[in-house]
């Protein structure tokens, strides 16, 4: 009835008898003006007549500081390890970090350990805000990493540095450690008692002893799985008490410099008569070290005996991190049962004259 005396209105008012008042564009329009007027009645009725009127609420989001006194703290990528080197342990803390190209080991280990480096490189480090650092000297040394359980173990090459970073709080929370017991991870930086960080694991190893699985927990941390051990990230509930104006964050390591690359002025036809007249004597010296340990056997065949290179200082044997290998290959075919495999077919081969056993 709405729409018939709609049209009756437009056809009395309008003499074009040739305009179609039933088009679908008409009839859309004239609904599109009936429906906003219910609207208006609706919204009269429910916002003058009730004093409940719902307003629009805005939502500004409040500085953690504010809330509570001290900022709440971020979990970082730390585990416990057995560390070894040249016949000596220490179980010690490490923390992974991807943003770093290279690994270093704090030079508290490297003395407990009784490390030796095998070469130095003058290294370049590039800073969070685009600083740089002058060149430094690292000395770069071999270490291996055992999982306290004993089923992983790798090697690795690490630069040498004073201190890695400031001490790293570790996870203290009953309700996280509880969380992680009920779902039998075994999180194995729960009980250090040291809180310092003797190793950072770089981008260069990283790739190497990270494993697919990763869950969450109810707190919202992420725990990642490595061959080395569980590790947990993310953002505490519990806060550490320290500076709010001073923030404590890694430095990212990303590119190896050489120092004599910064002043190159052989390029320009300059040379120090006094460093190559030191090359070259360096070079006299290591060839005549040559030629009296090289030897001409009545075969024709060549001996030389090694090390031939002059002065060989530093030079490391890796005779506790060989024996230490082998101890575990016997302990694990001990386990499995091929140890008395092997020593009956070392007997059967004795019998036979296919071996033979050399004592020193």
């Known amino acids: 009835m709405t729409w018939e005396r709609n049209r009756n209105h437009h ?16 009839l859309m329009t004239f609904l599109r003006q009936e429906v906003q007027g219910e609207e208006m009645v609706v919204l009269s009725r429910t916002g003058f007549a009730s004093n409940n009127v719902t307003r629009k609420k805005e939502y500004v989001c409040t500085p953690l500081n504010e809330i509570s006194g001290d900022p709440a703290t971020a979990a970082a990528l730390t585990l416990c390890v057995i560390a070894r ?8 803390r490490i923390i992974l970090d991807s943003a770093s190209q290279y690994s270093h080991v704090s030079e508290r280990l490297i003395a407990h350990l009784g490390l030796i480096p095998h070469r130095y490189e003058n290294v370049i480090h590039s800073l969070f805000g685009g600083t740089q650092t002058k060149p430094k000297k690292h000395g770069v040394y071999s270490i291996e990493l055992t ?63 990270l494993m ?10 992420s725990v990642v799985e490595t061959k080395l051990g569980n590790t947990v ?65 009545h075969n024709g065949r060549y001996e030389l005996q ?3 290179k002059h002065d060989p200082v530093n030079l490391p044997d890796n005779k506790g991190l060989t024996w230490a290998r082998h ?34």
């Open 11 to 26: 056809e009395l008012s309008d003499n074009t008898a040739g305009k179609n008042i039933r088009s679908l564009e008409n």
């Open 85 to 92: 080197g040249r016949g000596r342990e220490r179980r010690i």
């Open 147 to 209: 999982a306290l359980n004993g089923d992983y173990s790798c090697c690795l090459e690490v630069l040498s540095e004073e201190k890695i970073c400031d001490s790293v709080p570790k996870i203290t929370d009953e309700q996280i450690l509880n969380n992680l017991r009920e779902l039998n991870i075994e999180f194995s930086d729960s009980f250090s008692e040291d809180l310092e960080i003797d190793l950072l694991v770089g981008s260069n190893v990283l790739g190497r002893i």
């Open 212 to 221: 697919k699985k990763c869950c969450e927990l109810d707190s919202g941390l």
């Open 233 to 297: 990230i993310g953002m505490q509930d519990d806060v550490c008490h320290i500076d709010r104006n001073v923030m404590t964050t890694l430095s990212m390591y990303v590119r190896n410099f050489k120092l004599t690359d910064l002043w190159s002025l052989e390029s320009l036809g300059i040379s120090n008569p006094t460093l190559e007249e030191s090359k070259q004597n360096s070079y006299e010296d290591a060839l005549n070290d040559f030629q009296q340990k090289l030897t001409i056997l």
């Open 306 to 308: 090694l090390p031939w």
């Open 327 to 360: 101890e575990k290959v016997i302990k694990r075919a001990e386990s499995n049962g091929f140890l008395r495999e092997y020593q009956k077919f070392l007997r059967i081969g004795k019998i036979w004259g296919l071996l033979k056993l050399y004592r020193k």
